[in-house]
């Protein structure tokens, strides 16, 4: 009886650890998702001029329901998502605690989750303090893309996967420093994008491929703005390598080189979209895209290394970025 007996409850507790590693795949990717939403509307907020509608903070107009005119309705519509994803969240964390034996890097992971909804929230009321100023925004933007790729993180560290064989040695270090460049070049990229819309400079170069040509930049708006053009053809640049390295590595992790390709794809139509836009006078459609495109390519490279450097052996712990720690299970 007794063997029996601790047979079952062997039995009951796989059963309940499996179901909350299932819950922790489910939150999380609903958490990443309404997560990309919401950056998404911030965006289209901000693009059509909407982000002083409601001047206080956390009420809007002195009220929790103000009276929703087109311009407010943006604005108040992004408070009542964000506020909905940090329920999410928090779902999210307390999952990633019930599955923290079955997923300890996805419960690490999502530390990185809580803190940045925290910093969030006090960048976001300051967004308001501050009148929508460029750093700011710039501030706003790059922690609402960080939560959406921490939750992503958290999703694909729960999802059990086959561990790679023979991914060592300096190649495999070599290009898990690429995919960390290239990751780190694009996300500065997206904030210097946020910072240029922010101080209406989004025109100040209107010709290719730096601002008028092959000239220097005059005006302070026109620095701004090739500063986001050489971040982001660096950052296509390191796209491109990163992809035909990986297609020649035999050891490198399939999930990271398929979303090293993804990536590729990302990037190009990423410089197809910013052309477009300059070309059309900033129009609000493509800004959008524009946005939503650059944080889907920037979370592809996110994934992209966190698999590289989280393939890689114990041995080179040191080289590896705090977003992917050492495989422990």
Request: with cysteine.
């Amino acid at each position: 009886m007794p063997v029996a007996h601790l047979k079952r409850a062997t039995m009951n507790a796989s059963a309940a650890s499996s179901g909350a590693q299932r819950l922790l795949r489910y939150t999380s990717a609903a958490s990443a998702v309404f997560a990309f939403a919401d950056v998404v509307w911030g965006g289209i907020v901000r693009i059509n001029g909407a982000g002083m509608t409601c001047p206080d903070w956390p009420r809007c107009r002195g009220a929790w329901l103000p009276a929703l005119d087109n311009q407010v309705m943006l604005e108040w519509t992004h408070r009542v998502a964000a506020a909905l994803l940090s329920l999410l969240i928090l779902a999210t964390i307390n999952a990633a605690f019930r599955a923290r034996r079955e997923c300890p890097r996805a419960w690490r992971a999502s530390w990185w989750s809580g803190g940045l909804l925290v910093a969030q929230i006090v960048v976001g009321a300051a967004t308001i303090r501050y009148a929508n100023s460029p750093p700011s925004v710039a501030a706003h933007l790059a922690l609402g893309v960080l939560t959406f790729v921490s939750l992503l993180v958290v999703w694909y560290a729960a999802v059990p996967r086959e561990p790679a064989a023979g991914f060592d040695g300096l190649s495999a270090l070599a290009l898990s420093r690429l995919a960390f460049s290239a990751t780190l070049v694009t996300f500065s990229a997206i904030v210097a994008a946020g910072y240029m819309s922010a101080a209406n400079a989004g025109l100040a170069c209107t010709g290719f491929p730096i601002c008028d040509g092959w000239g220097p930049a005059h005006t302070a708006a026109q620095q701004i703005h090739v500063l986001h053009r050489i971040l982001a053809y660096t950052a296509f640049a390191l796209v491109v390598a990163l992809a035909a390295a990986g297609s020649r590595s035999t050891t490198a992790p399939r999930d990271a080189m398929r979303l090293a390709l993804t990536a590729l794809l990302l990037a190009t139509i990423q410089v197809a979209i910013g052309a477009a836009t300059i070309i059309s006078g900033l129009a609000p459609v493509l800004r959008s895209v524009h946005q939503a495109n650059g944080v889907l390519l920037f979370a592809s490279l996110s994934l992209a290394t966190y698999a590289l450097y989280a393939a890689l052996p114990a041995s080179s712990m040191i080289a590896r970025p705090l977003s992917a720690p050492a495989q422990t299970s």
